[in-house]
């Protein structure tokens, strides 16, 4: 008799106070992005940041200078099944850009998540094309999510 998968250990920590927003529904969020990707998920650790601490990171992991809007680290061990992975987001820059676009924080916050999980499932934005197909893929999902399309909301809102 086949073994049932463990469940995803989805973990949230929240260190930022510019958009609030419920775990669960963060949760599902994750559990949605892995189901629409045909992914497993062992864990995912989900931190909630502001600017200068997602900066810190930003500088000492990728060498980058200022803030930025998701940083995703896959921890998966070979041999083991399922993505584990560690994502960082910005709650402040989630709160500036939700406001440029005219989306607001949370969905913009739901946009990082969702970027961040795909990066580690095999999408790249660094090409034109590869950027298009990506961007395309996580308005698909916040769609199919019930929050509806973040990147370019006025052609799918």
Known sequence: MPTK????????????RAVRISQERLRRLIRHVARSEGQRLAEVDLAIVGDDDIAGLNRDFLSHSGPTDVLSFDLSEAGRTGIVAQLVVSG?????????RGTGAQRELM??????????????????????RMH?????????????????????S
Not at 92 to 100: D, H, I, L, R, V
Not at 111 to 132: F, P, T
Request: proline share 5%.
């Open 5 to 16: 998968p463990k469940p995803t250990v989805i973990s949230i920590s929240n260190r930022q």
């Open 92 to 100: 402040s820059t989630a709160k500036k850009q939700g406001q440029a």
């Open 111 to 132: 946009l990082y998540v969702v970027h961040g999980l795909l990066h580690l499932m095999g999408y790249e934005d660094l090409s034109i094309r590869g950027a298009a």
């Open 136 to 156: 395309a893929r996580e308005d698909e999902i916040l769609s199919d999510f019930g929050v509806g399309a973040t990147y370019q909301p006025s052609k799918k």
